[in-house]
């Protein structure tokens, strides 16, 4: 009788182990509340990134045209066309200013690709 009092009176209580259904919601909320002023922070630490590899992307291509004006004594033309004047038509060959610097943005081997014959 003894033994049966100790279990019911109280005595020898088993503690619970693990998270009640509250602790858990907030654990999770406070989880999601940091997720959520983490966010803005990281999306403009990339948009900085973003804005300062355009940044680089354009002063290499400024850098191109002046050693391009270095080397031939002028800058590069707006477009070429050997078939004549250039009208708003998609007749003729046209190649854009770009395709003129590409030696001078490491690119050989597309500008080697390109027909200037046509």
């Not at 209580?13 to 919601?25: D, I, K, P, Q, V």
């Not at 990134?49 to 080397?71: G, I, K, P």
């Not at 004594?73 to 200013?97: C, E, F, K, Q």
Request: hydrophobic share 40%.
């Amino acid at each position: 009788m003894t033994t049966r009092c100790y279990r019911l009176c109280g005595r020898h209580r088993r503690t619970a182990s693990g998270l009640t259904m509250l602790e858990l919601l907030i654990v999770v909320a406070v989880i999601g509340i940091l997720i959520a002023m983490l966010l803005p922070a990281v999306q403009a630490a990339r948009e900085n990134a973003r804005r300062h590899s355009c940044a680089n992307h354009l002063a290499q291509l400024m850098t191109a045209v002046q050693h391009y004006e270095t080397v031939h004594r002028v800058y590069p033309p707006g477009s070429v066309n050997n078939t004549g004047p250039i009208d708003n038509r998609a007749l003729g060959y046209h190649m854009g200013w770009l395709v003129q610097i590409l030696p001078y943005i490491e690119q050989q081997n597309a500008y080697e690709r390109v027909d200037f014959t046509k």
